[in-house]
């Protein structure tokens, strides 16, 4: 998921009740929700930061080095500047800040496994790719719940409500500007934005109890588990369902996914992979039928001699390390070689926005260059 919906997250489990257990809570599983994409800002060129992206700092091994080293960095800051600056504060405590920066890395190893963009859960002891392919990678609906949440817990100054009111309009952006957006949807997201205002309006923060704000926040929490839960649930069966459909049309499908897309929980981008081909079309549980297939097969080329030279290039091997359902476009060059173009069917619509390297090959399949 998107950093916002990971810094949500742990500040509306926060927002429930954790956030008293002891002094910088809230800090522990914000922290620890956001610091595995960490990843995203090493310098390295397109093709190695893909091939290392939610790996060593989204597996196992995470779980247990991030909190260990943020409960450090907290327990320091608690000596050092919070406890100075109030001698009469109560000491975070060790263990509790421990475990939630776990929890919260374990949130954000969740989140991340619910899209199709995946994951590798179990490095650095296994290379493996794990897909939840439930979830789009920007869910505005979580944003609403896990955000309002946040918002209803923390707003009680008026720079609060500024910071708040100029966050709601960079988020609102992408429902109004995007084409993928329904109107019906912009409609329930203005409708839920003003809600919020209402609620802060009528019960100032001042006013509502720690314990009611955490009962409010336990409430969200388990519509939001709900709306996840229905998410994986739904996913799963229309994956189930595209796969009898596609074998009885008498396809020898290998693997089937039914991605999600935006904003709309109820469609999904097919992909149906056979032996040397891949089959796409669009999913809808209100349609009949819901499959719809593309009448052409996209080759997927990979075994191509052409395709296996160019593949020995390290960019090219990066990009088929991070690649879960790799194809080649290969043309005919002027002078007898060729060009060798990679990519991801589950990006293939989206204007190289993700998308592998360009090889040029001799008449002989030797490598001339890498761009």
């Known amino acids: 998921m998107d950093p916002v919906a990971h810094a949500f997250s742990g500040s509306a489990i926060a927002a429930a009740g954790l956030r008293r257990v002891t002094p910088l809570a809230t800090a522990a599983l914000v922290i620890g929700a956001v610091i595995p994409d960490i990843d995203g800002v090493i310098m390295l060129d397109e093709y190695a930061a893909l091939a290392h992206r939610r790996g060593l700092t989204h597996g196992i091994a995470a779980v247990f080095v991030f909190p260990l080293l943020v409960t450090c960095l907290l327990l320091l ?27 919260g890395v374990v949130l954000h190893l969740f989140f991340d496994w619910l899209n199709n963009y995946g994951v590798r859960l179990l490095m650095p002891f ?5 897909y939840g392919d439930a979830m789009f ?53 203005l409708l839920v934005l003003f809600t919020l205002v209402l609620i802060r309006w009528r019960w100032p923060l001042q006013q509502m109890s720690a314990r009611r704000t955490a009962t409010v926040s336990r409430v969200v929490l388990i519509v939001t588990a709900a709306y996840i839960g229905l998410n994986i649930a739904s996913s799963a069966a229309a994956r189930m369902q595209v796969h009898a459909i596609a074998t009885a049309q008498g396809i020898a499908v290998t693997d089937v996914m039914v991605g999600p897309v935006a904003v709309n929980p109820l469609r999904g981008t097919v992909i149906v992979q056979t ?30 001699p052409r395709t296996q030279s160019a593949a020995n290039t390290s960019e090219a091997q990066n990009f088929l390390r991070w690649s879960r359902y790799p194809y080649a476009l290969i043309e005919s060059a002027n002078d007898g070689g060729y060009t060798v173009k990679f990519h991801d069917v589950r990006f293939a619509d989206f204007d ?5 390297p360009k090889v040029e090959l001799d008449r002989n399949f030797e490598v001339l260059s890498v761009d």
């Open 77 to 103: 800051w608690d000596k050092w500047v919070r406890r100075p600056r109030n001698p009469a504060a109560e000491p975070a405590q060790a263990v509790q800040l421990f475990l939630f920066t776990a929890l």
């Open 126 to 130: 296994d290379d493996r790719w794990f």
């Open 352 to 356: 190289d926005a993700i998308s592998g």
């Open 275 to 304: 032996d040397d081909a891949y089959l796409t079309g669009q999913w809808n549980w209100l349609s009949s039928p819901r499959l719809e297939l593309e009448p052409s097969e996209l080759p997927s080329l990979i075994q191509d």
């Open 137 to 189: 990678i920007i869910d505005p609906w979580l944003w609403l719940m896990l955000g309002g949440v946040t918002f209803v817990t923390w707003s009680a100054r008026r720079l609060t409500l500024v910071a708040w009111t100029v966050l709601a309009i960079l988020l609102s952006l992408p429902m109004f500007l995007s084409e993928l957006v329904a109107p019906t949807a912009r409609v329930l997201w």
